[in-house]
């Protein structure tokens, strides 16, 4: 069997990896032989279960909580990570907020939260994580972007313009670090069905309007996310960086064919 996909014995950050799209991720990266380290916020009993299951299949896992909006987190996040693991090589920043509201009614706090959780905290972890990974001469960060980068809606202004600014980010990042050895791309995920959204997606209604919009006719699960990250972390991926990778069973590209006007969205 080849070992190209293989990571073992890399070391792995993943926030938000107590549940969903961040859980997945991490069993995936250690199926493949990495370590890890999970961020989590107010969900212990998920980041240790999925510790566990870490624990069970040989690699080592350590759980580490933090709050993204609290001054000092993502310093401490890091110098914890790289205590229990020895180093970082590889970085997946999944943790975001997504707070719906009107958009007439976003206020200043409404869009500071966002801007700090999900865009700051991206670039102060990139900035504490990634120069180590150049001195070695190897390093992998993905950040789990969205599908309402590129289809926003008014409802998730906020969450949508900040995941369109991490990707520009991401990318501007990318050129400065790709000589040493380093990569950083984006994976967009579309409609993937969480333990979070499993509530609406019981709803008949809601599932079958869902999959009017996507081209694969189902919604996603955490697991369709864990192929393109275990790629784009391997050395496979080595040439690939500044990549935004759509995860969204077609939405992006077009309505599915045969969709009738105003079917999909």
Known sequence: ????????????????????????????????????????????????????????????????????????????????????????????????????????????????????????????????????????????VVAIGSVMASRPRAETIAYAAMKSAQRTAIRAMAREVAHRGVTMNVISPGAIETERSAGRYADPAFRRAVVAKIPAGRAGTPQDCVGPVVALCSDAASYVTGADIPVDGGWTIGDPPGALPGEAA
């Open 1 to 140: 069997m080849s070992d190209l996909f293989s990571l073992a014995g890399r070391k792995a950050l993943v926030t938000g990896g107590g549940s969903g799209i961040g859980r997945a991720i991490a069993l995936g990266l250690a199926a493949q032989g990495a370590d890890i380290a999970i961020q989590h916020l107010g969900d212990a009993a998920g980041a240790e279960t999925v510790c566990a299951e870490i624990r069970a299949a040989g690699r080592a896992a350590f759980v580490h909580e933090c709050d993204f909006l609290q001054s000092g987190a993502i310093e401490g996040l890091v110098q914890a990570a790289v205590y229990q693991l020895g180093r970082l090589d590889i970085l997946v920043a999944n943790a975001a907020i997504e707070r719906r509201m009107d958009w007439l009614e976003v206020d200043r706090d409404h869009l500071a939260d966002h801007m700090t959780a999900n865009f700051a905290s991206l670039i102060r972890l990139c900035q504490l994580a990634t120069p180590p990974m150049a001195e070695r001469g190897w390093g992998r």
